[in-house]
Structures are given as C-alpha cells and as structure tokens.
C-alpha cells in the first residue's frame, strides 16, 4: 500500500487536465460574479437607445396646414 501511494504522488499524467478543470471553473465563477453588473449595463444602454431611437421623429401636426 505504501508503494502505491508513492507511486500515485510522483505520478503527473492527469496534471494538465486538473489545471484546465480548475482554471475553467475559475473563469465560470468570475463569470457568475459579474453577469449582474453585465446585465444592468446592457439594459440601460438599451433603455438610452431605445429612448434616443423615440425621439429621433416627431409625428406631424394632425390638423394639417392647408388653405
């Protein structure tokens, strides 16, 4: 059993593997953290744009102008 347990801590073949694992779930994570702020910036440049697109044109005057 102690043979095994040497063997299995010099052993590196899954390294790389484990460091993606864990570099993938760090970036998950900072993902998580910001989706908030992410989602309130995009939804209030698409209210500014939304609001700048509405005042772009302004209707005509119904009662007309004629003679």
Do not use: F, H, K
Not at 6 to 23: A, M, P, T
Not at 28 to 51: F, H, M, R
């Amino acid at each position: 059993m102690p043979r095994l347990l040497c063997l299995l801590l010099r052993d590196e073949c899954g390294q790389d593997i484990i460091e993606y694992v864990l570099l993938t779930g760090a970036v998950g994570l900072a993902g998580l953290a910001t989706w908030p702020l992410i989602a309130t910036g995009i939804g209030v440049s698409y209210q500014q744009l939304d609001q700048n697109t509405q005042n772009l044109w302004v209707p005509p005057n119904p009662g007309g102008g004629g003679s």
